[in-house]
């Protein structure tokens, strides 16, 4: 089991902001549980235990680290598998988990568990860089972890959600606002538990598949704002947009761009448009900066301000 001090956040793409229609909440009796299980090294809880935990970012590390018993080349075939490099004009097929583990044992084999944190694998190459000019090759995984996260830093990004009018915004900061499947898993004791695919992340909210473990997030206030109000019109009687103001890791935060190496290539070269009224009042290269995931979801202390938002922006993509 991965270090508590370690915290190996496991962050969490494109019908972006997912609209989410109720929030529930978990008891005092059911929290304990859920306690009691993460904290046995060889649990395997389910998807309910971790839609319960009170970081279930954490949560899904823990629970990979369990269930493949230091088996990390398991965990790369399922979870990175589908990748691509475009060498010399030719598409090839590549894991790049795989790739990270081959790095990693050259350097200090007890860090192969950071595989199960896309956003370390994500930046790879810088984080080898970081490691060596640095000269942490003997640190522990943990550590190694913390000084990398901290180098990076947080950001700010938005994300704008569609609730019925009679939620209080501020009840959404007492307990993490997770991804709308996590958020499904509540009602559940027991569901089998598939490891994801970063790459079907990625692409699932093209799909607006209500099975992804992620959540959309985006730099861009005005973006977030114009994606919800797409949704709002279906039923603008009962319900609000919600906009969350957030302070996110950026290890945390995954992209499929043209800077990250989970790019999908579906949006090369193609922006979205925010428009007010008749007035294009913005213009976006579809790129991390419009779009990033998180997986599972976002902790209380990482909402900086929660509030209701009347706004005329929508948008189109071309």
């Given at each position: ?233 279906r039923d603008p009687k009962t319900k609000r947009v919600i906009l969350f103001e957030l302070s996110i890791p950026k290890i945390d935060l995954i992209s499929a761009d043209s800077k990250s190496i989970f790019d999908t290539v579906q949006y090369k070269g193609k922006k979205i448009y925010i428009v007010n009224g ?41």
């Amino acid at each position: 089991m991965i270090n508590t001090i370690f915290s190996l956040r496991f962050p969490f793409s494109f019908l972006w902001i997912l609209c989410l229609h109720t929030i529930s909440y978990s008891s005092v009796s059911a929290q304990t549980r859920c306690t009691a299980l993460m904290s046995a090294n060889t649990s395997l809880f389910s998807l309910h235990d971790i839609a319960l935990s009170s970081d279930p970012r954490k949560a899904l590390s823990d629970y990979f680290e369990a269930k493949f018993q230091g088996n990390y080349d398991a965990f790369v075939e399922q979870f990175y598998e589908g990748g691509y490099a475009e060498v010399e004009g030719r598409v090839l097929s590549v894991n790049y988990g795989s790739e990270f583990l081959n790095k990693v044992r050259a350097i200090n084999p007890s860090w192969e568990k950071l595989v199960v944190n896309p956003g370390v694998v994500q930046n790879q190459t810088r984080f080898f860089k970081f490691v060596i000019k640095n000269k942490l090759q003997s640190l522990s995984a943990e550590k190694v972890y913390q000084i990398y996260a901290k180098h990076l830093g947080r950001v700010v990004v938005y994300r704008a959600i569609v609730l019925d009018k009679q939620i209080r915004p501020e009840s959404l900061q007492e307990e993490p606002l997770l991804s709308l499947f996590l958020k499904k898993q509540k009602q559940f004791d027991d569901y089998e538990f598939r490891t994801p695919n970063i790459y079907k992340e990625l692409t699932s909210h093209l799909r607006n598949s209500s099975a992804t473990f992620s959540m959309s997030v985006t730099y861009i206030r005005e973006v977030a704002l114009a994606v919800a109000n797409s949704f709002l019109a279906r039923d603008p009687k009962t319900k609000r947009v919600i906009l969350f103001e957030l302070s996110i890791p950026k290890i945390d935060l995954i992209s499929a761009d043209s800077k990250s190496i989970f790019d999908t290539v579906q949006y090369k070269g193609k922006k979205i448009y925010i428009v007010n009224g008749s007035n294009v009042e913005g213009e976006f290269l579809l790129d991390r900066k419009v779009e990033s995931i998180i997986f599972g979801g976002i902790l209380p202390e990482e909402i900086l301000s929660v509030k209701v938002v009347k706004s005329n922006y929508a948008f189109f993509v071309d």
